[in-house]
């Protein structure tokens, strides 16, 4: 009932910036939060950021100070400023939403490359 879809990603030197944006469409009803995660080659996927909808944010560890998560004016999409990229940033990431009761919903996710 809902898609997601990733944009944003790319290559970008270590120390640059991207900026991911995540759309989503369908049945969203009511959103309880929306957060992006990120898979590297060969490891699991990780957490990277969520905010709620009452726009309380988390972030990992290693992104905080760094990256920003937004919603959108709509509510239907989130942002992800990424600041002071590493190699280590190096991964697909992917967007989600929760929503009560169907659950959490992926998108197909956005290729981001760092290179040093």
């Known amino acids: 009932q809902v898609q997601l879809v990733e944009s944003g990603g790319g290559l970008v030197q270590a120390g640059g910036s991207l900026r991911l944006s995540c759309a989503a469409s369908g049945r969203l009803f009511s959103i309880l939060l929306m957060a992006w995660y990120r898979q590297a080659p060969g490891k699991q996927r990780e957490l990277v950021a969520r905010i709620t909808n009452d726009d309380r944010t988390n972030y990992a560890d290693s992104v905080k100070g760094r990256f920003t998560i937004s919603r959108g004016n709509a509510k239907n999409t989130v942002d992800l400023q990424m600041n002071s990229l590493r190699p280590e940033d190096t991964a697909v990431y992917y967007c989600?939403?929760?929503?009560?009761?169907?659950?959490?919903?992926w998108g197909q996710g956005t290729q981001v490359t760092v290179s040093s």
């Open positions: 989600s939403v929760t929503i009560p009761p169907f659950g959490t919903t």
